[in-house]
């Protein structure tokens, strides 16, 4: 039973229990699922500065804070007691494609060539870590929402508007993906 | 007994609703006053959320390149899915007017079409292919141990606060 358990689950499984927080969270307390509304929350609780966006009750949104705070312990136990043994299968050519890049570690979730102290003071590293998590939270925030608030929550509910922003979503990523890491990856 | 009561908003809580409202997608409208520890049924969903982040390997860079390589069905799948599940189970809501635990109707926003949904989501999607992570991902990330996603996630925080500041000067 463990052993199953610690092999990587499927993708039906895990769209499933995603599915089902859209009405867990409606049914439980009238909410609606999202996640990068709480980076905007931990600015309004540490730094609002006096921004009009920063300044609301934090405390009246906290559930969210709890949510990913619940998000960081699952996989936490996960990774130390439910961890897969083997390393991750990586569909053929994009490990090849990446091998010719230099990334052949796949012991883990993340390559180690990349996501590393050592890398984060070099150039390809400020833009991985920095750059990256910039434009994630930036992003998100002028979007409205990320995956989990438009893609998920949004489609769900019907809503065209997050229809638009999934698309670009995806344009975002495979644009950066085909034209701009090709070159990024060999930093 | 629970000790939630209804309540009335003020107009100083009808205006903070305005400002929680400006671009986000979920804003708590339930007029329920909990104490805090109602907040826990929160916290267990987002454990079993993170369990399901790292075992199906949703936050793992890897999966990210093969989704927009396009060159693996798995992220796909899993999106789909969970959009299906969700889709069903909002229309099953709606048809029986359910209500909350706590009696309240369920409402759900209705989102506005501005701009932003664009040129945040493009520069959301590029974000998203080079640290492989969405917001999600980022606290999953960091619970299943890569220490280095700090500095990912800090910086995620910091876009957000910039945006926050230059908000009124940016096309909606």
């Known amino acids: 039973m463990l052993e199953a358990i610690k092999q990587p689950w499927p993708w039906y499984v895990a769209g499933a229990l995603i599915g089902l927080t859209v009405p867990y969270l409606l049914l439980v307390g009238n909410k609606s699922f999202g996640i990068s509304s709480s980076l905007r929350h931990l600015c309004a609780a540490c730094l609002p500065a006096n921004i009009k966006f920063f300044k609301y009750d934090w405390k009246k949104e906290a559930w969210n804070l709890f949510f990913v705070g619940g998000i960081a312990l699952g996989a936490f136990i996960a990774a130390q007691f439910l961890s897969n043994p083997d390393p991750l299968v990586l569909a053929e050519p994009t490990a090849e494609y990446l091998a010719s890049k230099g990334i052949t570690d796949t012991a883990a979730l993340l390559p180690s060539e990349i996501f590393s102290w050592d890398q984060l003071f070099t150039l390809r590293g400020l833009i991985f870590f920095v750059v990256g998590g910039f434009m994630v939270g930036f992003g998100t925030r002028y979007a409205g929402g990320c995956t989990s608030g438009h893609a998920i929550m949004g489609l769900s509910s019907l809503q065209w508007p997050s229809l638009v922003a999934t698309c670009c979503f995806m344009v975002g990523g495979i644009v950066m993906t085909w034209f701009i890491l090709p070159f990024l990856l060999t930093l | ?172």
């Not at chain 2, 292919?129 to 999600?136: E, K, L, R, S």
């Not at chain 2, 606290?139 to 606060?161: E, N, P, Y």
């Open chain 2, 1 to 172: 007994m629970e000790q939630a009561f209804q309540h009335t908003p003020t107009p100083q809580e009808l205006a903070d609703l305005k400002a929680r409202e400006l671009d986000a997608i979920c804003v708590n409208e339930s007029e329920l006053v909990h104490p805090w520890w109602h907040n826990l049924k929160y916290a267990v969903w987002g454990i079993l959320f993170g369990i399901v982040f790292v075992k199906a390997e949703i936050v793992s860079w890897f999966r990210i390149q093969e989704m927009f390589r396009f060159e693996s069905f798995h992220m796909y799948g899993v999106i789909g899915t969970a959009v299906v599940v969700g889709l069903i189970s909002v229309l099953i809501l709606k048809r029986a007017k359910a209500r909350t635990i706590y009696g309240e109707a369920i409402h759900i926003p209705t989102k506005t079409f501005n701009k932003g949904q664009i040129y945040g989501g493009l520069l959301f999607g590029l974000g998203w292919a080079i640290t492989g992570a969405c917001p999600g991902p980022l606290f999953a990330q960091m619970g299943a141990g890569f220490s280095v996603i700090i500095v990912t996630f800090v910086s995620a925080v910091a876009g957000t606060w910039v945006y926050g500041l230059l908000r009124d000067k940016l096309p909606h």
